[in-house]
């Protein structure tokens, strides 16, 4: 069946340091959404891309998909403590999510 | 506007007993998901329903889970007998799903259900 996998599993950053997360589908997707966990949160809905190379932007907040659809990553320009969580990526008509990539950041 | 809701929060409870976790989906909605997430398996999709009928349940771990959704607010999951690796978060989520663009809609999480069996 259709999985995504996301690296890395977990980063430490100082807070104003950049952090990357990365999504890696094993077919082609026709979306996929990116969804952040606060510790002792649910998941919550950030961003879907749909298009072939789309780059969406929240502040301080980028997110790719890849030529192929196959691929997608989520770039923090200059941590903050309120980065903190973990991030998922989720794609496919199920809606697959990946394991996650936990983000703590050091102030 | 009230989110989905989930009950109950806490719930802790010995082997061998039945468990029936209960959500409310964000009216309108008509796909409702049931999600466990471990620190070792992550967040698992165990079933999910599109006008309340099950689409696919392949990620029911056994025959001890079941879940049923009579009508459009209200879906229940149940284990029965329950064992110590059923200790988990469960997520309930919902969303607006039309045919031929339901994979674009942003699923809405519960606040989950905290699990414990002794």
């Known amino acids: 069946g259709q999985q995504v996998m996301q690296i890395p599993q977990y980063q430490h950053v100082q807070e104003g340091e950049d952090f990357t997360t990365y999504c890696n589908s094993s077919t082609t997707l026709s979306n996929i959404q990116w969804y952040k966990q606060r510790p002792g949160g649910h998941p919550v809905f950030l961003i879907q891309?749909?298009?072939?190379?789309e780059v969406k932007k929240q502040k301080r907040l980028t997110f790719q998909f890849g030529e192929a659809k196959k691929n997608s990553s989520l770039h923090i320009t200059a941590t903050q403590t309120t980065d903190v969580g973990t991030y998922f990526c989720?794609?496919?008509?199920?809606?697959?999510f990946g394991a996650g990539t936990i983000l703590r950041v050091k102030s | 506007d009230a989110g989905v809701i989930q009950s109950p929060r806490h719930e802790v409870t010995e082997m061998g007993q039945e468990v029936t976790l209960r959500c409310k989906p964000i009216s309108g909605h008509n796909s409702l998901f049931w999600y466990r997430q471990t620190m070792m398996r992550g967040l698992e999709l165990l079933i999910y329903f599109n006008n309340n009928v099950p689409i696919d349940d392949s990620g029911m771990p056994e025959d001890r889970f079941s879940a049923k959704m009579p009508n459009a607010s209200f879906s229940t999951l149940k284990i029965q007998p329950s064992e110590p690796r059923d200790s988990a978060v469960y997520f309930c989520?919902?969303?607006?799903?039309?045919?031929?663009?339901?994979?674009?809609?942003?699923?809405?999480f519960g606040d989950g259900t905290r699990l414990s069996i002794l």
């Open positions: 891309l749909v298009k072939s190379g």
């Open positions: 989720a794609g496919g008509n199920k809606l697959v």
């Open positions: 989520a919902s969303r607006l799903y039309q045919m031929g663009q339901g994979v674009r809609q942003p699923q809405h």
